[in-house]
């Protein structure tokens, strides 16, 4: 496989670029609340990983740093380098993780939270869900959330990721330290928990 | 009409442009080419270059002659257009111990291997105002050919003085392993700065600032008595890499100036070596830049003390201070409206002066 | 040559962005950015025009303010400036923009959650009227530690009776991080609490970007016997539309010096000389009528 064959066509960075940007940034500015992404059609293995991938295609440059997790990681890395120029990092140190599975591997927990000097070298830890809903089902994980950008209070259910992942998030933050958390799901909806949220597991 | 009017704004700025038009180029008068002011003064094209962080002589000159000769607003021109140029590659390491020389002086030594080259320079020149300029004719003797870098003479380029010093232990070896550079355009560094950090901020600072500073080092707000090691101008090559070829292709060659500049260090620096060797400052700019130059190595050399004892030292104060495309944007911006915080402090001051008046019903 | 859609390369705006998205996550939190030289100078709204370009798309509508007015000459010079480089509309209307941004004020009329405030900032450094060192103000801002801020604000109240800060109050957001919110007057500054919109802050030339995501607390330094208090206008009014609850600029009309005042939001102004019942609607945490000087 070469890089011509990994080029991303259906990318446009100007416009594609910005508009995700906008709605990543009104997902983190009203944490847990649901926004269509409206991701392009990438050409990626699984349809579930676009909207992950065009954040990153969006986002991701030789300025920063990333690692892959997960079923088909390596291939998802050569993909990301290719169209981006961006970097592998190990998980210690990368700026972004993608975990493109129902879990880490518990790997999530060493990924970097900043220091108080510096708290916004923590990471952004990038899932892909398979769905979103505003409304518990019971075949997701409801989370109650409460902070800056939540009037009162918010509930976010998650398909498709592993009850042990979600449990282990409240760990990973310690205002200001801590990582931001994006959930790009499988039927194109986006929700951002960022470390500001503070939250407990329901269900 | 008042400086915010309601339909005002729009029609100012128009009728101010074709104002500022008219003053640059006034009716009668030939047009000044860009490569006049490109060939005839290389020296403001040399400092525009250096502070606008661009090395390309035709815009400085453009840039010189669209700010009617304003230095800061020249270089503000090449800072904004270089943030529009997309960054193709780092290239190579250059290496100025190979420039094509054509001037090279070291106070520190009467005589160095390789000569002392006087090359261009005013240093010995009288200044005396001269009249002939008034009414210059066209050159027709061709037989000096300025810049040519024939000093060397096509021999193999001198070896630097340092070298020299650090053979016999008085500068301290170069580190083995040298950490990337830091590019300040690229990446967000915090103080305390890494030396490249710090010395990039330099190289791009204004001259007005550095001489300033590093004036103060030199008269006694600070510990540094320099020597100019090596003074060198000249050529230097630039190489890129080609992917597929395995050495990297020159593509031509910029005008440069050199400094490393010596001193002793009379307290304990940061390592607890008390006065036994010498400290390197160093200095480096686009062009024909003697006096950057010599400034930047004596702040690089006064900011490397352990703690900071003189403003000079500082290198938060240094640094923050020396761009001049900061400090000029800051320092106008005051001529900008501020009426909403005034009229905060007017209230204010009127209170307390009525107030001081009835001190009988002063209330707090 | 042509330039990028509002004037930043891709690259640039990446920076932006990713900066941005760390200052919302960690409100009140001044994030270092990498600034570019714009055409604009430092000093002039670089940091607010960065945060715009990063946002700007082309179904987006801006306003531009300066000390309140659409009609400022520096304000009209930034809208110029995107017209040119990114083709968007612009607009004098409060409600019809998606982006506003300002330099000193935050308009009179409550922002709704589709739209962003972008600030135009200065100073960013909340701290630095106590401490010019950076190394020094940012260890102050990891560990919380706020104390010297306070004591300057007990030494003003020692010396004149009162906190006499006329603008750029400093506010504690989300319990954590004291920011300065730009040169607005106090009067402005209940506005950043618990509000629909989100409000940015850029500072260009000291590189920092920075966020009040909406539904934040944000609290305006005070002590319990010297609480914060706004500016109050008792006694005047708005000699064009006839507010006595707005912010007011003071004009001198003739050779005797006789004063008049205006609304400082000129287009909110215009609503009220069309509809003098228009709301400003910032809510109970506006306290509007709390006086804390201006005698007449």
């Known amino acids: 496989m070469t890089t011509a064959d990994l080029r991303e066509r259906g990318f446009e960075p100007v416009a594609d670029g910005q508009r995700l940007f906008r709605a990543v940034l009104q997902a983190t ?13 990438l050409e990626v293995p699984e349809a579930r990983l676009r909207g992950a991938c065009a954040l ?5 440059d030789l300025e920063v740093s990333f690692h892959a997790l997960g079923p088909g990681a390596a291939r998802l890395a050569d993909y990301l380098l290719a169209n981006t120029g961006t970097r592998v990092a190990p998980v210690e140190s990368a700026d972004f993780l993608l975990v493109a599975g129902p879990d880490s591997g518990g790997r999530a927990s060493r990924a970097k939270r900043g220091t108080l000097e510096a708290p916004h070298l923590g990471a952004t830890l990038v899932y892909a869900p398979a769905w979103l809903s505003a409304r518990p089902r019971a075949d997701g994980i409801t989370v109650r959330l409460r902070g800056p950008g939540i009037p009162g209070e918010r509930s976010l259910t998650i398909g498709g990721i592993a009850p042990c992942e979600i449990e282990g998030w409240p760990a990973l933050n310690d205002f200001p330290l801590g990582v931001d958390i994006w959930l790009a799901g499988g039927d194109g909806q986006l929700a951002v928990i960022p470390r500001s949220t503070r939250w407990n597991r329901e269900s | 009409m008042g400086y915010v009017a309601v339909r005002g704004g729009e029609d100012a700025i128009r009728h101010s442009e074709r104002l500022l038009e008219a003053f640059r180029r006034r009716e009668g008068h030939p047009g000044i080419q860009v490569a006049q002011i ?6 403001a094209v040399d400092r525009a270059m250096a502070e606008g962080s661009l090395y390309s002589p035709t815009l400085a000159a453009l840039a010189l002659k669209q700010a009617e000769g304003d230095m800061v607003e020249a270089a503000f ?58 009414d210059e004719e066209e050159r027709t003797d061709a037989s000096l050919s300025p810049m040519s870098g024939e000093a060397t003479n096509g021999a193999a380029p001198p070896e630097r003085v340092s070298t020299y010093l650090r053979r016999e232990g008085l500068l301290p070896d170069l580190p083995g392993d040298v950490e990337p550079p830091v590019d300040i355009t690229r990446d967000a560094v915090a103080f305390p700065m890494p030396r490249s950090a710090r010395l990039q901020a330099l190289a791009r600072g204004e001259e007005g600032a550095l001489l300033a500073l590093a004036y103060s080092s030199m008269r006694g707000f600070g510990n540094v008595h320099p020597t100019v090691a090596e003074l060198r101008v000249g050529y230097l090559a630039v190489q890129v890499t080609i992917p597929g070829l395995e050495t990297p292709v020159t593509i031509g060659e910029i005008l440069v100036t050199e400094v490393e500049l010596i001193s002793r260090w009379d307290a304990d620096d940061a390592e607890g070596n008390a006065g036994t060797q010498f400290r390197l400052g160093y200095g480096f700019a686009f062009g024909h830049n003697e006096r950057r130059t010599i400034c930047m190595a004596i702040l690089d050399r006064a900011m490397q003390a352990a703690a900071p004892h003189a403003p000079a ?18 320092t106008n911006h005051w001529k900008l409206p501020h009426y909403v915080d005034f009229q905060s402090e007017l209230d204010r001051l009127r209170a307390k002066r009525r107030a001081a008046a009835t001190p009988a019903e002063a209330k707090p | 040559m042509s330039y990028s859609f509002a004037f930043l390369d891709e690259q640039s705006k990446r920076c932006v962005r990713r900066a941005l998205l760390k200052a919302v996550a960690l409100p009140g939190y001044q994030v270092p950015f990498v600034s570019r030289e714009l055409p604009i100078s430092y000093g002039w709204g670089t940091g607010g025009i960065q945060t715009t370009c990063a946002l700007l798309g082309k179904s987006d509508v801006l306003k531009v303010i300066d000390q309140g007015a659409d009609d400022s000459v520096n304000a009209l010079n930034i809208k110029r400036f995107f017209a040119k480089t990114a083709g968007i509309r612009t607009t004098t209307l409060t409600a019809e923009a998606s982006i506003i941004q300002t330099r000193h004020r935050i308009p009179e009329e409550r922002l709704r959650a589709d739209q962003i405030l972008v600030f135009q900032v200065p100073y960013p450094e909340p701290l630095r009227r106590v401490e010019p060192r950076e190394t020094e103000t940012r260890r102050m801002h990891a560990e919380a530690d706020y104390g010297r801020m306070y004591v300057a604000l007990y030494e003003d109240i020692v010396r004149h009776g009162e906190i006499t800060l006329p603008w750029q109050y400093p506010a504690l957001v989300n319990g954590r991080y004291l920011l300065s919110p730009s040169p607005i007057p106090r009067f402005d500054n209940p506005k950043l609490h618990q509000a629909d919109c989100l409000f940015l802050f850029g500072a260009g030339r000291e590189k920092r970007v920075y966020a009040v995501p909406p539904h934040t607390d944000v609290h305006s330094l005070g002590f319990e016997d010297h609480p914060f208090r706004v500016e109050s206008f008792a006694g005047r009014r708005c000699s064009r539309c006839g507010s006595t609850d707005t912010y007011l600029d003071e004009v001198i009309v003739d050779a005797d010096g006789r004063r008049q005042h205006q609304c400082s939001d000129t287009a909110f102004c215009l609503r009220r000389r069309q509809d003098p019942a228009v709301p400003r609607g910032w809510g109970h945490d506006h306290p509007a009528g709390v006086a804390v000087e201006a005698r007449r």
């Not at chain 2, 290198?315 to 900061?326: L, R, S, T, W, Y």
């Open chain 2, 313 to 330: 030292e500082d290198q938060e104060f240094v640094i923050q201070h020396i761009d001049g495309i900061e400090a000029q944007g800051f």
């Open chain 1, 29 to 41: 500015a009203r944490p847990g609340s649901l926004l269509p992404l409206g991701a392009p059609p």
């Open chain 1, 56 to 60: 990153l295609l969006g986002l991701l």
């Open chain 2, 77 to 134: 021109l090449l800072r904004a257009y270089r943030s529009t140029l997309p960054r193709v590659q780092t290239t190579p390491t250059l290496r100025p111990a190979a420039m094509r020389l054509v001037r090279r002086i070291s106070a520190a030594f009467k005589d160095i291997p390789g000569g002392q080259i006087l090359g261009p320079t005013r240093d010995y020149t009288q200044r005396l105002l001269d009249f002939s300029l008034l």
């Open chain 2, 38 to 43: 490109r060939e005839q003064m290389r020296l």
